[in-house]
């Protein structure tokens, strides 16, 4: 299958040091394997889209000479995919309505917490609503051995969460009438073909799930690559909450190079003059480091 990766920013805010690092380095490894890469607008969750910043983040990709090889996906317009989806799932029985409130969740992890068992959602609603409104719709994951879910992670490497006991049943469309991401990226990354994922390890623990909804969906699993996340002088991911500065798209060279040398790449002097030499000594630097041959696949 031909390399397809892709960028997949949710407009939160501007585009910030640490998602310029996400950026590059799924720019790089499509680069390097001679693949297409791809832009996705993440704007789904309403409540914190802030009007404009898409727009803001595709001018600053642009800027900094991230182009994409095809139009921006919005997921706000794939709505009825989601929903097309649930449907499926709904007619496979994997997926149960949950009338549970946060209140009554946290109430029951807090009681399992003290008898020191499971902090994953205990399952209230598996075998019925009894009673209550539904609210939300979860994913029923595997009991026991098929619950342990393992893959192999081309930065951070071999990774394993037991869906059971560390998550539980999942939420793929939220009380608010939201949809869940796990969802939307899932179903996302299928349409677009998408091959390879390089993305923030915040998004690690995520993996998992997204794997074993690939299966109950029949769509094959791309491979994963987390970079490491980007934090503040308290250790803190950077987010435009805790006061991470815009981008300065008037100099991209001085933001690309620290986001380069973040990444362990060593550029040489060419890499420091023009934005083409940046990008050249990039993408190989990248490609010694991860061992990555120019194939298109
Ligand atoms: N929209 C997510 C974020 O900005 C990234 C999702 C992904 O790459 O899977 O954190």
């Not at 499509?30 to 009007?51: F, M, S, T, Y």
């Not at 619950?147 to 608010?176: I, P, S, Y």
């Not at 993305?199 to 029949?218: F, N, V, W």
Request: aromatic letters at 8%; hydrophobic letters at 40%; proline letters at 5%.
């Amino acid at each position: 299958m031909a390399y397809r990766g892709r960028f997949a920013p949710s407009p939160t805010g501007p585009l910030h040091f640490g998602s310029l690092v996400s950026a590059l380095a799924s720019w790089l490894d499509a680069r390097a394997h001679g693949g297409a890469w791809l832009v996705r607008i993440e704007d789904i969750d309403a409540p914190r889209a802030v009007p404009g910043a898409a727009e803001d983040i595709l001018a600053t990709l642009a800027r900094f000479g991230l182009h994409a090889d095809e139009p921006p996906v919005w997921q706000s317009r794939r709505i009825a995919r989601y929903q097309e989806t649930l449907e499926q799932l709904k007619a496979t029985g994997l997926i149960y309505p949950c009338g549970c409130t946060r209140k009554e969740i946290a109430d029951s992890l807090l009681h399992a917490h003290a008898r020191n068992t499971t902090l994953a959602y205990p399952g209230t609603c598996r075998d019925g609503l009894h009673g209550k409104p539904a609210r939300a719709w979860r994913l029923r994951v595997p009991d026991g051995q098929a619950a342990v879910m393992t893959f192999e992670d081309r930065w951070q490497g071999t990774q394993t969460q037991n869906l059971a006991t560390e998550v539980g049943d999942f939420v793929l469309k939220r009380a608010d009438g939201q949809w869940a991401y796990q969802l939307a990226v899932v179903v996302d990354d299928a349409d677009a073909g998408v091959t390879h994922v390089v993305r923030g390890a915040d998004l690690m623990d995520s993996t998992a799930r997204q794997i074993y909804l690939q299966r109950c969906l029949g769509v094959p699993t791309p491979e994963y690559l987390h970079v490491p996340v980007v934090t503040n002088d308290q250790g803190e991911k950077l987010s435009k909450q805790n006061g991470a500065i815009a981008l300065d798209a008037e100099t991209p060279l001085e933001a690309l190079g620290a986001a380069a040398r973040y990444l362990g790449l060593e550029l040489g002097s060419a890499g420091h003059t023009t934005p083409e030499g940046f990008y050249a000594a990039a993408t190989s630097a990248w490609a010694r480091r991860m061992g990555v041959r120019k194939t298109g696949r």
